[in-house]
């Protein structure tokens, strides 16, 4: 009979003490800054992606490929683009910056259309030492989507480097993009998923019904589930306060933590 009490009490103790480990303000910060990172190399690749969907639909790839470069040549004179077949390699900031909606682009970019079809366009995106004033990216993705149904699938692996302190990250994702009800120009809608691997471990980052801005570091609306190197799941919630700042509030079992995210600033 005293061991089995005994035994309660070890167990009882054990999970009050479970119960008790909340999450900590650093940890807090640190899904934050990781989750924000990630975010600004996914939103720097997906401006490129955006530019290049300017052909149009159901025309032959080579077609669609030229139709692309006279694009650029139009809206992007910044960039030296060159032609074979249906895969076009960008220069960005080649002939001065290169700023299409709130970002700037520097580096290579290779767009190859593979399939032009009514049902089902493919291009297929390859990114060298891409970059803005944050971060530059690597790697590559497929994007996907159709005449009756313009959201975009986009399946990507990229590695990427904070160019302030050198920050750096590794990993894949599988989200769904729509334009935000202001339009494409204004931002996007994302769900989906992204995986890395940053310096203190392995994230897992699911997406859910979040709205992006072009010009903002992270997200308007909507909310990310993050599970973290540091054994526990972490809830990020994005909430506008004004044209420049945006509240994330971050939580973990019984704690949670705000930060206010400014453009062009680091949290506070």
């Avoid at 149009?56 to 030296?80: K, N, S």
Wanted: hydrophobic share 35%.
């Amino acid at each position: 009979m005293k061991r089995s009490y005994l035994a309660f009490t070890v167990l009882a103790l054990s999970a009050f003490g479970c119960k008790q480990q909340g999450l900590t303000r650093a940890e807090a910060s640190e899904a934050l800054e990781e989750s924000q990172l990630s975010t600004q190399a996914a939103a720097l690749t997906s401006g490129t992606v955006e530019i290049t969907t300017n052909f149009t639909i159901g025309a032959a790839v080579e077609a669609a490929a030229d139709e692309l470069r006279t694009f650029y040549a139009e809206q992007l004179p910044c960039a030296a683009v060159s032609l074979e077949a249906s895969t076009l390699t960008v220069d960005y900031g080649v002939n001065g910056d290169c700023l299409y909606r709130g970002q700037v682009y520097r580096g290579s970019h290779s767009v190859t259309i593979s399939r032009n079809d009514e049902n089902e366009v493919v291009v297929d995106h390859v990114w060298q030492h891409l970059r803005n004033e944050q971060v530059e990216v690597n790697g590559t993705a497929t994007v996907t989507w159709s005449l009756d149904d313009p959201s975009r699938h986009i399946q990507h692996e990229l590695s990427w480097e904070r160019l302030s302190d050198g920050r750096i990250g590794v990993g894949s994702g599988d989200r769904i993009q729509r334009p935000l009800a202001d339009g494409i120009e204004t931002g996007f809608s994302v769900d989906g998923t992204r995986q890395w691997r940053g310096e203190s471990g392995t994230w897992d980052l699911s997406i859910n019904d979040v709205e992006m801005r072009w010009v903002d570091p992270v997200p308007q609306a909507g909310s990310y589930s993050l599970d973290t190197p540091f054994d526990k799941q972490v809830t990020l919630a994005f909430d506008r306060v004004d044209d420049t700042t945006i509240k994330v509030t971050v939580s973990g079992g019984d704690k949670s933590f705000d930060f206010d995210v400014h453009r062009a600033a680091a949290a506070e």
